[in-house]
């Protein structure tokens, strides 16, 4: 069974940044997986897309996070990670990785909270 962890939520202040982490398992390599994303689930609003990059390291971002948040991968920890900078109060939400690679593969989710 494939399992993702994520870390580095938490409670910040608007303004503030965090970085969260996706610690892939060792049967998928973060530069092999076909597609590394993260998404957020914010209050009363389904799951939307906030980060992508592919195989080939073509990213995407959500018109809302252009330039604040940066997604990369880290080879040597095989990881995904999401730079966050700039937070404010609609960043509120739990964000969750998703990793293609074969099959679709979700984190378990990881709480932002941005006070004011």
């Known amino acids: 069974q494939v399992q993702l962890v994520e870390s580095g939520g938490g409670l910040v202040q608007a303004g503030e940044s965090l970085r969260l982490s996706c610690a892939l398992p060792?049967?998928?390599?973060?530069?092999?997986?076909?597609?590394l994303a993260w998404y957020r689930q914010t209050p009363g609003k389904q799951r939307e897309l906030v980060a992508g990059?592919?195989?080939?390291?073509?990213?995407t971002y959500a018109d809302f996070v252009k330039g604040r948040f940066t997604i990369s991968r880290d080879h040597a920890k095989n990881t995904v990670n999401l730079q966050m900078n700039s937070l404010t109060l609609d960043d509120t939400g739990v964000y969750y990785c998703k990793v293609v690679h074969g099959w679709e593969y979700w984190g378990q989710g990881t709480q932002v909270t941005v006070s004011s």
């Open positions: 060792a049967s998928i390599r973060v530069l092999n997986a076909r597609a």
């Open positions: 990059v592919s195989a080939g390291g073509s990213t």
